[in-house]
C-alpha cells in the first residue's frame, strides 16, 4: 500500500498534466482505493516535506527525451499526419507555389505583394514556407555589422515573430485553403544553431516555443533544426532549400540531382538559396530524365546587409508547378518579376500581374 507521500509525488509527477478529479481516478483504479479515500490522503499530504519529495523526484529523474524535446517532436509527428492525410484527398491534379528566400525584414516589399497577388488567383494546394523566410542576421556565423536599427530588431524576438506571423496570416486572407510546408533553410537553422550553441540549458525549450508558434500558424513542419528537410509532393517532385552555391547552375544542378538520384529520387527538384533562377534539364548535366528549378528570391537585390558588395544574378519571382499528386508527371513555371516603367510584373497563364515598383530600404536597417 503506498504512503501519503508516495500518492502525492506520483499526482504531482507522472500524473501532473492531469486535472485533479482524473489525477483521482486513475491513482484509485491503480492503488484500489475509494476517490473519496484518495481525495482524503492527497489533501492531508500537501506539506512542505512532500513538495520538497516532489522537488527531489524530479531532480533525480529524467527522460531520455526531455519536455521539450518531445514537444517538438509531437509538432513534426502531428505535421507528418496532416500532411499525409491532406495527400491523401488530393484530387488528381496539384498546385505548389515555392516562394523561396523572403529573408524578412530585408523583403522586397513590392514583390511579396505581388506574391500575394499571384497566390490569390491560383490558389495553390501547398505554398512553401519557411525556406529562409526570416533573414536571422545575427545568429548566423558572421559578425553582425549592421547598424543599430537592423541589431535592434533582431535581437528582439517579438518583432521577428509579429512579422513572421503577419506575413504567414496574409498568405492564409489570400489562399485559406492553401497548406503552408515549411522546408527548412540556412538562415531559418541559424535561429535553432545560435541557441544550441549559446544557451543550450534553454535552447530546447525556446525551440518548442517556436514550432509551436509556427504550428498555430498552420505551418507544417519537418525539420527541428539539425537539418534542411526536403519535402517529396508526388513521386515526381522535390521540394528543398538547397545547399549548393556554385555561381555556375549547371553545378548546382549536378550536385542537387546526383544527391536525390542517390536516394532513388529520379525526378524533378525545385531548390532556392542561390536567388539565381536557372531551370536545367538533367541530360545536359550526363543525367537524363531528371529537371532542377532553382527558384529566385523575395528579397533585396541591392544593400543586403551581409554582403559586402551587391551580388550579381539575383532574381526576383517564384516557382509554380503543377503535379500529379500519384505519378511522375509535373510541369513547372519559374516566374521572374521584371520592372515595367514603374511597375513590378509577371506573366503567368497569359495574364499579366503587376504591382506599383518599390524599392524602398529603411537606412537604419541596412
Known sequence: MPSDKDLFVQR?????????????????????LSNDSLRGRLSRANTPKNWAAVARYKASNTDRVGPSVARQVKVLSSSAEVYEEIRANLGPDAVGVFLSDVHAPYTRWDAWELTLQLIAKIQPDFISGQNDFLDNEGFGRWEDGRPHGGRAWSADQAYMRDLEASMYKSIQEVAPQSHILAVAGNHDNWYHRHLRKGAPQAAEALIADYMEFLWDLSVLQFSRGFTENYIELSPGLVWWHGQFTSKLPTTNARNTLTQFMKKGQARSVIVGHTHRPATIEGHSVGLPGVTFINAPCLSRLENVPYMKRDPSGWALGVVVSHFQPETTVSHHDLLEFKEEGSHLACYYEGQRYSVRLDKAVQNDYA
Open 12 to 32: 504531482h509527477t507522472t500524473l501532473k498534466t492531469l486535472s485533479d478529479a482524473q489525477a483521482a481516478n486513475t491513482l484509485a483504479m491503480e492503488h484500489n
